[in-house]
DNA sequence: TTAGGGTTAG
């Protein structure tokens, strides 16, 4: 048409924008902007539609000043913005946590005369609940209903997860019968968030009882059901009875879809079960699915678990090369990888990159750098990272201030702890069992025991929770120093309390019994919490985690040493088909392949991708 | 053809 030079209408125009917007490869959206500038040198007149779905497109990529441009530029076409302009800018800032920004663009809104209708009360509604916000969210939902607006399923469902979030099930389960009070029946979303809720805070028996509840009230599961189901089975390690249910979904005539089978990747990659995960990778593929970015996601933390870094850091490259997307979990994974391996310079400039790619880090992936540089003594660099997230209109979490007060205590800078302690509660920000914790281990370790006795006493006074880290840290502190008797009085206080004594505690009495040369007391302890039968259990369990098999004995068969090589060198050189066949040949014949070959095969599928080059032609 | 909730990765 272009070569042409005719006219589409402009239902032709708008449909390709929307289809480049919405199909997820790296240079679609700008793609979408060049067919919107050639139909209007063509003389296509857009309309508000054709800007909110450039708008869409900007938000999609994370570009929120270029979406709030385009609603001065309309004006020049004769076009003005309506609800779907605001609330598509108002739900990808309130997805991506940029809260403030979300109530300047509000305020802007109302100033232009469009009155915020359901889904914009609902878009805040979700803003607040997934940043934990839930009494700014309830004030929303105030101010809806004097705006004659009613809640519906939408919102009740988005604050119940806020509620599930918070780890509130009781409370969330309440608000669904509540909204079924008030005629509002709880949907497939309802039960999904509810059910996810209790395998999230270990309530699986009530999980699976959901399931069967919402069945009897004819809510029919879907596959978001059956995804959850499968990744609890993956979180507990059981994957024999995840591809179970995989198996079981099929038979109900539910398709598996592409989460299921990144969920199922992903549980085996930590299983260490490579030749399923890949496996699974070549099936997805073979079904029609597109490896997309979450599945790379997957296997660049699977490298970077491995620490082989440099094979991820080519990875990522390579990926780009060829169209995939790469958003901020690819970054903060391979950056924390680096971190981890103790290597700021790369984690530092990985940063950088993506930053000059303009994909903007979220709450998550500061928090990683943030955790990533105060590991590595770098405390201070943390704090500059802190600022650049609050400039950058994002909201600290509770996790981001306990990061960097406990940075401070590593590095022996107690007092530096407390002034950024200060600085979180002049922020509204609750110091929580955590923070105390950190706190208490911080003056212990630098040798202010009373100190650390005055915050420990004052926590409670005040009616703060404290659990069995608190417990330990002050008894391992006094038996130290020697206070026996002190330290024995906190083990019936937290025995009194459910808290414990667990192996920490009795750790820490027989190191200092041992190591201050009283050994038969330390015998006589020990015979003690033998016969009670605690610690015995304890040390079980740990012997028990303790037991790994990470390489499987078929590796060092020499067929397998021989094969996996080979797989090695065809992937090295590109040769992926050839080596599909020595794998499918290997497969036939029972041999198991080293994890490193299947890592190079799973790359291979990554890679095998036609380069986005190639694939604009 | 355009906006809001639940599942996957850091």
Known sequence: MKRLKKKPNLLTCN???????????????????????????????????????????????????????????????????????????????????????????????????????????????????????????????????????????????????????????DDAIKLRDEMENSKVLPDVVTYNTLINGCFAVGSSDRGFRLVEEMKEKGVVPNAVTHNILVKWYCKEGRMDEASERVRMIEESGVSPDKVTYNTLINGYCKAGNFSEAFRMMDLMGRKGFKLDTITLNTLLHALCEERKLNKASELLTSAYKRGYLLDEVSYGTLIMGYFKDGNADKALNLWNEMKEKEIIPSIITYNTAIAGLCQLAKTEQAVEKFNELLESGLVPEETTYNTIIHGFCREGKVEKAFEFHNKMVENSFKPDVITCNILLCGLCSEGMLEKALNLFNTWISKGKAVDGVTYNTMIATLCKEGRFEAAFNLVSEMKDNNLGPDQYTYNAILGALTSAGRMNDAEEFLSKIVEVGNFQGQSLQLAEKNVQSSESPKEFDPDSNACSKEIIELCNSRRYKDAMRIFEESNQKGVALSKSAYIVLMEGLIKRRKSISKAIK
């Not at 108002?90 to 920004?101: A, V």
């Open 15 to 169: 449909t390709l924008i929307n289809g480049l917007v919405k199909f997820p490869s790296l240079h679609s959206i700008r793609l979408g902007k060049q067919v919107f500038h050639d139909s209007i040198r063509l003389g296509v007149i857009p309309q508000t539609s054709t800007f909110n779905i450039l708008i869409l497109g900007c938000c999609l990529e994370g570009k929120f000043n270029e979406a709030v441009s385009f609603i001065e530029k309309m004006k020049d076409f004769g076009c003005f913005p309506d609800n779907v302009t605001y609330n598509t800018i108002l739900g990808h800032l309130c997805k991506k946590g940029r809260l403030n920004e979300a109530r300047d663009l509000l305020q802007d809104m109302r100033e232009k005369g469009v009155t915020p209708n359901r889904n914009t009360f609902n878009i805040l509604v979700s803003g607040y609940c997934r940043t934990g916000r839930l009494n700014e969210a309830s004030k929303v939902i105030e101010l809806m209903v004097k705006n004659d607006v009613l809640p519906d399923v939408w919102t009740y469902n988005m604050f119940i997860d806020g509620l599930c979030d918070g780890g509130r099930i």
